[in-house]
């Protein structure tokens, strides 16, 4: 294998060095004289109007630059359609300081500008607000009065039912029902949001903003504030974690960059670990699943219903309820999805939006209903195993989960299960196996990246895709190095700059698929230039040869195999007399081919939990995750996106919630003493596998999107092994220690 | 957080003094509690007294037992040889508390200094009576998993959230303080107090007394068999309890000669009743005799909803915490 | 229903804020006569008015361990750790473990083990981690995990942080 093969090699993150001696700069951390400390301040009530705000004492701080509230901010744009954002859902935006409603608790209701931090944290103190409150709604699961259908404009409905669902749930021999409920949950990046604007010397704006995609940043300001490109470039090398927060763009931008248009200074808000409750969260959601079986466990109806909440200004929409159609073989199913209002700020997509919340609910069914027929769970997955998308009627166009259930099994040692609940006991502790399948999509955007190739043989390679700790910078460095046979020293890859070709939000599972393309085609549109210079090197053993007959490798361009031979790359731009070669290419999915497939990662997760008897104290003891996820460009990088999936799925059914107070409509537990994510003690043994999985539809690449498949599952296969150590069934989540007393 | 000015005390009296005619000045020595309810502009303090230059920070033998200055970092103590050996309780309880960070700048006098604990004490958007008097507690009705049910008062259900002084509680120890008109000494179990209709105040001291040390008594040693600290709560570590037993046992063969349970994650304070220990004096160590102990410290107590699991959860950790150390298990 | 909600103002007004303090710190390695004011954090003087980022803000209450320095080889959050307080102490953030180009072990295990993800809570992480070792009490892996409970890393690299910080651990004490 050549030197430069890269693709599914073990290869440490190339932003590595700059991450472990802290040199990597985040939003908050770009520096520059003269600069100035904004500080938001949060409104106290959820719902109501502010009737008097007196900000004469912060005023009168020395230090004190400026408060804006809705009295004195400007107000650049009228129309709802200049907020939106790449990721917005349908229905109006909330515009910061615009007026003196109150659509939920913790809304921005003023920006404190300071000479410093301190004293803007402190003056914001000192602002005097007088609301007329209202009673807010919050509490989803109130008796439902006026929830509806999405009107699914630009959301989603989910799919027609297919044959008879409640007739044939009627006649069959097994029924079972329940119903399941998760609690909100807030994504809380270990970066807190952040943005420095720098007001440059002829104006323009350099903005470094912690986002998901600085493209969509860019497109949000400029159209607010009517704004060209050029004068407000946004940039973000470094995120510290986003799992879909970052997808919009959130408030701490539009303040800062209004503040420093104002005063003409350059301004940085951060947003408190507070405030990180104060947007978007996963939406809690109440679901009920009914499954209809034969005695002998084969599927004979699928109802699954989902109630999810919005804001009164949004219409957030996610798939909730579509995968109870399509993980397994059954001819009757009916799906349902409906929204409540309520009076909160939007949800927001949460790593594996959806699907992690539905599954969760539908596979604990499906172990539900293993128990009743007598069946063991995982002969019961591949009992009714779906060989194709049923709603659709497409195939998929890979789809290895037999192999993850059957390499998953034989790694855990499933085989050895005792059917029986509780019948695995150490002492006090009773042990539990239990299993979950997992699916997401696997999906391409259109994305563009350049390429630059210097006769020294360095090459730059340049998209403004971000890497949220997802190991871009690494798969993209790999993806060019190979392409164009390069050592990876020799290559650096750029993103999260607005000056860079164009890429989509990093999202959804698709930026190797829909950048590594692009960054692959940039790379080989510029092989092709170096290809026919060294076809014309004097005496070139290429001379006869097309390019699909040679291969770049070890630095130079040669004939496939023929490693005697061929012309070293600075040699043939040499010979073609150019300093540089630059291509600038952007990629789309091969929609027409990609349309007549269904195309999805799949997962089996196993779990081994212990539960102590008396205490509830519940302890995951080991997780195999196997996973069918295409090809794998990074394994370790990949590898780590799995390892986070679980332990995101850990946290997710054991820890997290975001408690509301329904009287204040205020999530009471806002910091991170108490809404608990997983630590360090929380985490044991945990297992992935990568099972071989072929796929020419997907993207060029093969790659199929690792970042979300690693969750989902997790939560059902804990709740369902937590049934296995105790015979007591958790149908909400998180499952505390109190549920099981 | 407001704005304030700092110096640097000399010496305990003169800290004391300057604190005692300051009414909005306050000490302040690790700082991990104070400077985080200063950021949510729960503590407002004009002015701060630093107490940490003082020599106050040993821990020495005494003739009365073994003497934790109050400066001694929490870290340092639990992993005092001598703390290690002869009140091992002490340790294991102050290292389920916290993160090793935490502990490494908390000190033994300020744990006893940690604020109560309630969403909403820390919440300024919501009423209080803990913060301000009179304004109503908005927990009772509320949100209150991590809410006491033992010693509460229709003003306030908050807990106390230390671990290290459910151990202190347990121990029996005495604390040595010294305010501006002279020194006393203060048995644990008068230190904190229940809420009552003064839920503002969380201890029976004056402002202006610093604890200079902390007594463990020589006795406590009989309890470095025979104990265990069990703390449940909502995640393995970094998180405060739920429901915390410390249990010492003063064996004698099979026979109890003398025993202690203190209760942490259900009062306003470590909860302790000599009464439900004297069950146990001279009584074999049995499932029935734990739980006539668990059943006596519950009594009375009370849910407030979401946190009503708590009565069975603390009767259950009880008898388990009870029973691990009969068994000599920690 | 509507009610009247007053959100108070929580302080009085200062008319003068207070005095700036003289201290003194050394900083990896470099000793700082500083002006500082008694609310600046040692979190806040590092990254704001010191330009040393490194040292990361995750949640300003002690609460997720990102902001965690050495004090005197002893690791601490300084989030909650008032600058003026810490008069006359040595000070190493992660900017100050490498000597010139050659990583610390705690770091190259880091990488060797990728250890992180998004890279916000890592500094914490190490810094966090070479206090660990100079304590010496952590033996074991699950140790370890107990250990290193107060750097909370939300892109769950914990399995990575494990090995590393028990790699580490062996490569610093090579006679245990």
């Keep these: 294998m050549a030197a430069t093969t890269y693709i599914g090699r073990s290869t440490s993150r190339v932003d590595g060095r700059a991450k472990v001696t802290g040199e990597a700069k985040y939003a908050a951390e770009f520096n520059t004289p003269g600069l100035t400390y904004g500080y938001v301040i949060s409104s106290d009530i959820a719902k109501g109007k502010i009737t008097k705000i007196d900000a004469s004492d912060a005023l009168s701080l020395p230090g004190v630059l400026q408060v804006f509230t809705h009295e004195n901010a400007p107000r650049p744009a009228y129309f709802d359609r200049k907020f939106k954002d790449d990721d917005s859902p349908v229905g109006d935006k909330f515009k910061p300081l615009y007026s003196a409603e109150i659509q939920f608790s913790m809304q921005p209701i003023g920006l404190v500008v300071a000479d410093s931090f301190e004293v803007a944290r402190y003056a914001a103190s000192l602002v005097k607000v007088e609301y007329k409150a209202e009673t807010p709604e919050t509490n989803l699961r109130q008796k439902p009065k006026g929830h509806k259908a999405p009107t699914g404009k630009t959301g989603f409905t989910p799919p027609k039912s297919r044959g008879n669902a409640a007739k044939a749930y009627k006649n069959a021999e097994v029924q079972f029902e329940a119903e399941y409920f998760h609690m909100p949950e807030h994504h809380n990046p270990m970066e807190m949001f952040a943005s420095t604007v720098i007001v440059e010397e002829d104006g323009k704006l350099k903005i470094y903003d912690k986002t998901q995609g600085v493209a969509n940043s860019q497109k949000y300001i400029t159209k607010i504030f009517g704004l060209s490109k050029e004068e407000a470039r946004v940039i973000n090398p470094f995120m510290g974690g986003g799992f879909g927060s970052g997808l919009r763009p959130q408030y701490q931008l539009y303040l800062a960059v209004m503040a420093a248009r104002e005063l003409n200074r350059s301004v940085r808000v951060v947003l408190t670990r507070q405030q990180m409750f104060s947007f978007g969260h996963r939406p809690a959601t109440l679901q009920t699943v009914s499954l209809g079986a034969t005695k002998d466990g084969m599927l004979q109806a699928i109802k699954h219903e989902a109630l999810g909440e919005t804001s009164r200004f949004e219409e957030y929409t996610e798939v909730v309820v579509n995968w109870a159609g399509m993980l397994y073989h059954c001819d009757n199913v009916e799906l349902g999805y409906y929204l409540r209002n309520l009076d909160t700020y939007t949800p927001l997509d949460m790593r594996a939006p959806g699907s992690v919340t539905g599954i969760a609910a539908f596979e604990t069914a499906i172990d539900e209903l293993s128990y009743k027929v007598g069946i063991d769970p995982l002969e019961l997955r591949l009992k009714n195993y779906a060989e194709k998308n049923e709603f659709e009627g497409k195939p998929f166009s890979s789809k290895e989960l037999r192999a993850c259930y059957a390499q998953g099994a034989a790694k855990f040692g499933w085989a050895k299960r005792p059917a029986q609940p509780r019948s695995m006991r150490e002492g006090t502790k009773l042990i539990g196996w239990g299993v979950a399948t997992g699916m997401w999509d696997a999906q391409q955007q259109k994305s563009a990246a350049k390429a630059n190739l210097s006769v020294d043989g360095k090459l730059v390679v340049g998209s403004s895709t971000s890497d949220i700790g997802t190991g871009t910078y690494t798969a993209m460095t790999m993806i060019a190095a190979e392409t164009l046979g390069l050592p990876l020293d020799a290559v650096t890859f750029k993103l999260g700059d607005t000056t860079l070709p164009v890429a989509p939000l990093e999202g959804g599972s698709w930026t190797v698929a829909s950048v590594g393309s692009a960054v692959k085609e940039a790379c080989e549109a510029v092989a092709k230039k170096v290809f026919s210079m060294a076809k014309d090197v004097k005496d070139s053993p290429l001379s006869g040869a097309s390019f699909d007959e040679v291969e770049f490798v070890d630095g130079k361009v040669q004939l496939k195999g023929d490693y005697s031979s061929g012309v070293s790359i600075v040699e043939a731009m040499r010979a073609g007399e150019v300093n540089f070669i630059e291509e600038e290419t952007t990629t789309m999915p091969n929609m027409l081919k990609q349309m007549q497939y269904a195309r999805n990662t799949h997962s089996a997760v196993f779990v081994e939990v212990e539960v102590d008897e008396d205490l509830g104290q519940i302890c995951v003891r080991r997780v195999v995750s196997a996973i069918a996820g295409g090809r794998v460009i990074s394994p370790k990088t990949a590898r780590s996106q799995i390892l986070g999936g679980v332990v995101w799925g850990i946290s997710m059914a054991l820890e997290e919630e975001s408690v509301l107070d329904h009287h204040f409509g205020r999530f009471m537990n806002h910091n991170l003493a108490e809404y608990h994510v997983a630590v360090n003690a929380d985490i044991h043994n945990i297992d992935v596998i990568f099972v071989e999985e072929h796929d020419d539809i997907v993207n060029p690449l093969g790659a199929k999107g690792l970042g979300e498949i690693g969750i989902v599952g997790v939560a059902a296969a804990i709740g369902n092994a937590i049934y296995h150590a105790t015979g007591k069934r958790v149908r909400e989540l998180p499952i505390t220690l109190d549920k099981l007393l | 957080m407001n704005s304030f000015s700092y110096t640097r005390a000399q010496a305990v009296e003169t800290a004391a003094r300057e604190v005692s005619t300051n009414h909005t000045a306050k000490f302040i020595a690790g700082g991990t509690n104070l400077l985080d309810l200063m950021k949510e502009n729960v503590e407002r303090p004009t002015r701060l007294v630093d107490l940490t230059r003082l020599p106050l920070n040993q821990i020495e033998d005494t003739d009365k037992g073994l003497r934790l200055g109050a400066l001694a970092t929490n870290a340092n103590t639990a992993y005092d040889e001598r703390v290690e050996e002869r009140y091992p309780l002490l340790s294991k309880a102050i290292l389920a508390g916290a993160s090793a960070q935490l502990r490494n700048m908390a000190t033994d006098g300020g744990n006893l200094f940690q604020r109560t604990r309630c969403y909403y004490f820390y919440d300024l958007a919501t009423p209080c009576n803990k913060r301000e008097p009179g304004s109503g507690c908005s927990a009772i009705t509320g949100y209150n998993r991590v809410c006491g049910i033992l010693g509460t008062s229709e003003s306030c259900i908050a807990t106390h959230p230390s671990d290290m002084c459910v151990a202190l509680a347990a121990l029996k120890a005495t604390v040595n303080v010294t305010g501006a008109t002279g020194e006393r000494t203060v048995e644990f179990a008068d230190f904190h107090r229940l809420p009552g209709n003064e839920p503002e105040r969380d201890n029976n001291l004056k402002p202006d007394e610093i604890v200079t040390s902390i007594d463990l008594p020589a006795d406590g040693e009989r309890f470095a068999k025979n104990f265990t600290y069990l703390k449940l709560r909502d995640r393995a570590s970094y998180a405060f309890a739920l429901v915390s037993v410390a249990a010492a046992l003063d064996m004698d063969g099979d026979t109890i000669k003398e025993a202690r349970v203190a209760l942490g994650g259900v009062a306003h304070k470590p909860w302790r009743k000599a009464e439900a220990e004297d069950l146990l004096k001279g009584q074999a160590a049995t499932k029935v005799n734990f739980e006539r102990v668990a059943a006596s410290l519950l009594e009375g107590a009370k849910g407030y909803g979401s946190n009503t699991f708590k009565i069975e959860l603390a009767k259950r950790a009880i008898v388990r915490a009870l029973t691990m150390a009969a068994n000599g298990q920690h | ?176």
């Design chain 3, 1 to 176: 229903m509507s009610t009247k909600v007053t959100q108070e103002p929580v302080g009085d007004v200062a008319v003068a804020l207070p005095p700036l303090e003289q201290i003194t710190l050394t900083i990896n390695g470099v000793t700082k006569r500083l002006q500082v004011a008694p609310w600046t954090s040692l979190l806040d003087l590092l990254r704001e008015y010191l330009d040393l980022t490194g040292t990361k803000k995750g949640c300003d209450h002690g609460q997720c361990g990102a902001c965690t320095v050495l004090v005197d080889g002893t690791r601490i959050n300084s989030c909650l750790t008032l600058a003026v307080m810490k008069d006359g102490s040595e000070i190493t953030t992660v900017e100050g473990l490498s000597k010139g180009d050659e990583l610390h072990p705690v770091q190259e295990a880091f990488i060797e083990h990728d250890a992180f993800q998004c890279g916000y809570c890592t500094p914490g992480q190490i810094c966090s981690a070479v206090g660990l070792i100079n304590e010496g009490k952590a033996k074991t892996a699950d140790d370890i995990r107990e250990l290193m409970s107060g750097n909370i890393c939300r892109c769950g690299a914990y399995v990575g942080i494990v090995a590393a910080v028990e790699e580490a651990l062996h490569k610093c004490q090579p006679n245990q």
